[in-house]
């Protein structure tokens, strides 16, 4: 609290008397602090660092109206006038990024117990960001759980039967993410139809191997997005949810895929239909005239 008094609210309000602060004041508090500061990570600051300033200025309200300097009324009352952070994904640029680096990441393990983590926690995230899953649903799945299996046209898939949530559901993923999982099986100590993908040398882990993955976030410069907001395995899910919107699927399609409602998908990854329908929106302006009809 001292802090956010000394570094910010002390900016803010500076000769104002507590008596002259007013709702107008609590409303413009947070664009001034986006034109005015950054994050603690040297970037855009975050609305939860916003919202905790806030609260200490309501705080300090609060206790004037005790001491009877201002009135009660003057103690803001309303919801923190933000915005709900927008969920976290990775650019398609920032997704190949830590691609990359993961890479080298691995080989550069410090000994062989350290590079079988690397080399599972890798291969994790590459499974997360393929299919979707809930962290829940990944700490659940079973080797007999998976199946590969190939469509009407001959073309290879992994099913997978996940639970989590409370409920039981299938999702399908490319034939890549077996390559993936074969990697883990390869090097796993539990390798039984009902053993755990996911383990800590064959218990089935706890955490889904929270400080490595923030260890390579960490050390690739992307545990923090660029609205100041810290990244963690949930943010794989919700890039594959915007590169799948990106590429064209159908709405009704993905949400079945991630076991969540079309309603979800629409509220919480709108901003990628612009993008999705960019050749609708930009229609008729220049470099997107209609193309003309193909010749017979």
Do not use: C
């Amino acid at each position: 609290m001292d802090s956010h008094i000394r570094a910010q609210l002390n900016r803010y309000i500076g000769s104002v008397q507590i008596s002259q602060i007013g709702k107008e004041s609590w409303a413009s508090y947070p664009v001034w602090r986006q034109k005015n500061g950054q994050g603690r990570s040297g970037g855009r600051v975050s609305e939860g660092t916003i919202r905790d300033e806030m609260a200490t200025l309501r705080a300090i309200l609060g206790y004037a109206a005790r001491r009877h300097y201002i009135r009660e009324a003057q103690i803001p009352n309303e919801r923190l006038p933000l915005s709900k952070a927008r969920r976290e994904e990775f650019t398609p640029a920032e997704y190949r990024k830590l691609h990359n680096f993961a890479r080298s990441w691995v080989k550069d393990a410090r000994n062989s117990l350290n590079s079988w983590y690397r080399t599972v926690a890798y291969n994790f995230v590459l499974i997360m960001a393929n299919t979707g899953m809930r962290p829940s649903e990944a700490k659940n799945l079973q080797w007999r759980d998976i199946s590969e299996q190939a469509d009407k046209q001959g073309r290879p898939f992994v099913r997978l039967n996940v639970r989590g949530k409370g409920k039981h559901r299938h999702l399908v993923a490319a034939s890549t993410v077996a390559t993936y999982l074969d990697r883990i099986r390869a090097i796993s100590k539990a390798r039984e139809p009902a053993d755990y993908v996911f383990t800590n040398e064959g218990a089935p882990t706890a955490t889904l191997y929270h400080s490595l993955v923030e260890g390579l976030l960490t050390d690739s410069e992307l545990l923090m997005s660029s609205s100041g907001s810290r990244r963690s395995t949930s943010s794989f899910r919700h890039t594959y949810a915007t590169f799948r919107l990106t590429e064209g699927v159908d709405v009704y399609f993905l949400a079945k895929q991630m076991g969540t409602s079309v309603q979800m998908i629409e509220k919480h990854y709108g901003h990628v239909t612009p993008v999705k329908n960019a050749d609708r929106i930009l229609q008729g302006l220049p470099g997107w005239e209609p193309a003309p009809p193909a010749s017979p």
